[in-house]
């Protein structure tokens, strides 16, 4: 069929566990077809949306969007991987605003206050913040209402945002579940909820906050007249990776959501340059210089903007200290940062006052805002995961872009998995799980063969059992 795109899109409980196991394949099922033609209006976006697209300089969808606008106009649960930079938040937030237009005009006119009928989760108040700013842009067309709540502002002025009736509510897990105990926001009215960055609300700590909030939300809603009978609310979890504890959390909670995997999400752009530079430990500050270049007389470094990645608060503190010293107009942007203050440096490396942007993975996720043809690996990232997430801060959209990662020797294997990933056009990030899952096996038999003695005490120290305390165990007696 010509003009037509292939779309893989499986229920969850059969076929999702399967595509991101490393050991198994997808399952053998023929796809249906979905046929793709022209802009947004082609993809039964209405003439409003696309009006208000257009003023932000918007006129044609890019390939995710035209694969999945459709799927989530139709109010299917989806599960969403694609790669950063990819376009996701545009693909999550059109529908869903078209859908909450279509169901305002239904009910005939606005809800309640206290009672959302769509709410966007991110793991960060900057991520907030942003998705935020574009849900606005979009809203002006509509006359659709937008509130945000997150850490790090005082209760009373979010309080009077939800005093408020309120289409869409952008907000981090931890906050809302804040305001929910306090009885200032109520979920009964959500019909779409989004889960965005999920993997890294995992890493963050909000696990219990996403049960929580997921416990109420996944409810039956067919006794509700604005709803079809049987019909429940719609969720979209969303990401580039989607981690073990994200699997179980849709186990739970989405066992009926579809998925959809764009082809390549864990490979990176073929617009990105990636260059490696070998080094010792102890070298690596005047390797950073060297890469940098002298700045100019208003700090920016001969390479140009700079997002500069460390693995630890400590790391990044060393490195903003010392180019500070060298002369360099710099940005410090990690977790130990108050966020006010981390905000500020934010927008003053956004505005293009600071040159180098010094952070950890705090800023390898999700946001939007960061123009810059270079990105500096300092610490090379502990996972291919991370390093897939890093690399996305730039080469965003189809532009060009380059990562420079300085890699020490305990770097190597990682490097070396996947560089081997790229060339072959396979999964980095499966790349990187089998290649820790080989030199953790390594570990473990270099231990056993080096120090056979320890072994004798070693499963019992750690609470393990030995061989003979199993056996012991299989007769009834406890292990001593």
């Known amino acids: 069929m010509?003009?037509?795109?292939?779309?893989?899109?499986?229920?969850?409980?059969?076929?999702?566990?399967?595509?991101?196991?490393?050991?198994?394949?997808?399952?053998?099922?023929?796809?249906?077809?979905?046929?793709?033609?022209?802009g947004f209006g082609a993809l039964g976006v209405r003439e409003d949306v696309t009006d208000a697209l257009a003023t932000l300089g918007i006129t044609a969808p890019?390939?995710?969007?035209?694969?999945?606008?459709?799927?989530?106009?139709?109010?299917?649960?989806?599960?969403?991987?694609?790669?950063?930079?990819s376009g996701k938040t545009l693909t999550y937030l059109l529908p869903i605003m078209q859908n909450l237009k279509i169901d305002e005009e239904a009910r005939g006119g606005r809800g309640r206050p206290r009672r959302p009928h769509a709410i966007v989760l991110l793991p960060t108040r900057e991520l907030s913040?942003?998705?935020?700013?574009?849900?606005?842009?979009?809203?002006?067309?509509?006359?659709?209402?937008?509130?945000?709540i997150?850490?790090?502002?005082?209760?009373?002025?979010?309080?009077?945002?939800?005093?408020?009736?309120?289409?869409?509510?952008?907000?981090?897990?931890g906050r809302l579940v804040h305001h929910l105990e306090r009885g200032n926001v109520f979920l009964g009215s959500v019909r779409y909820v989004v889960l965005d960055e999920v993997d890294t609300m995992f890493e963050a700590g909000f696990g219990g906050e996403l049960d929580q909030i997921l416990s109420i939300t996944t409810r039956n809603v067919s006794a509700d007249k604005r709803t079809?009978?049987?019909?429940?609310?719609?969720?979209?979890?969303?990401?580039?990776?989607?981690?073990?504890?994200?699997?179980?959390?849709y186990k739970r909670w989405l066992s009926g959501a579809q998925q959809l995997l764009l082809a390549n999400h864990h490979s990176l752009p073929a617009t990105l340059d990636q260059r490696f530079i070998s080094c010792s430990a102890d070298a690596k500050m005047p390797a950073l210089r060297e890469l940098l270049g002298p700045p100019d007389e208003h700090g920016r470094p001969s390479l140009?903007?700079?997002v500069l990645f460390c693995n630890s608060q400590q790391s990044a503190r060393f490195v903003d200290h010392s180019l500070v010293e060298e002369g360099y107009a710099t940005s410090n942007y990690h977790g130990a940062v108050p966020a006010n203050t981390r905000a500020a440096n934010f927008e003053t490396f956004c505005a293009g006052g600071a040159h180098v942007l010094v952070t950890t993975d705090l800023a390898a996720r999700g946001l939007d805002?960061?123009?810059?043809a270079h990105v500096v690996h300092f610490d090379f990232p502990k996972s291919a995961s991370d390093y897939v997430h890093r690399c996305g801060r730039t080469a965003r959209a189809g532009a060009r872009g380059t990562v420079?990662?300085?890699?020490?020797?305990?770097?190597?294997?990682?490097?070396?998995?996947?560089?081997?990933?790229?060339?072959?056009?396979?999964?980095?990030?499966?790349?990187?799980?089998?290649?820790?899952?080989?030199?953790?096996?390594?570990?473990?038999?270099?231990?056993?063969?080096?120090?056979?003695?320890?072994?004798?005490?070693?499963?019992?120290?750690?609470?393990?059992?030995?061989?003979?305390?199993?056996?012991?165990?299989?007769?009834?007696?406890?292990?001593?």
């Not at 795109?5 to 249906?32: D, E, G, M, Q, V």
């Not at 805002?369 to 810059?372: A, H, P, S, Y």
């Not at 899952?437 to 056979?452: C, M, N, T």
Request: some cysteine.
């Open 62 to 85: 890019n390939e995710l969007q035209s694969k999945a606008i459709p799927i989530l106009a139709g109010r299917a649960s989806v599960i969403l991987g694609a790669q950063t930079g």
């Open 150 to 173: 997150h850490g790090g502002v005082p209760d009373g002025p979010q309080k009077r945002q939800l005093d408020m009736p309120i289409d869409l509510l952008v907000a981090t897990p």
């Open 129 to 148: 913040l942003q998705v935020r700013d574009v849900s606005r842009s979009l809203s002006k067309q509509l006359k659709l209402s937008v509130a945000s």
């Open 304 to 306: 140009g903007r700079v």
């Open 228 to 249: 079809e009978g049987g019909q429940r609310v719609q969720h979209l979890a969303v990401g580039a990776t989607h981690p073990e504890a994200a699997l179980a959390l």
């Open 369 to 372: 805002k960061l123009d810059v």
């Open 404 to 480: 420079h990662s300085l890699v020490t020797k305990h770097d190597a294997e990682l490097v070396r998995a996947i560089r081997a990933a790229n060339k072959a056009g396979k999964d980095v990030v499966m790349a990187g799980d089998e290649q820790k899952r080989i030199a953790k096996q390594r570990g473990l038999i270099e231990f056993k063969s080096a120090r056979p003695e320890a072994m004798a005490t070693f499963p019992t120290s750690y609470g393990l059992s030995s061989p003979s305390a199993r056996k012991k165990n299989a007769r009834g007696k406890k292990t001593p």
């Open 2 to 38: 010509k003009g037509c795109s292939i779309l893989l899109l499986l229920p969850y409980a059969t076929s999702y566990w399967l595509s991101f196991n490393t050991k198994h394949p997808l399952p053998s099922r023929r796809p249906p077809i979905v046929c793709v033609a022209g």
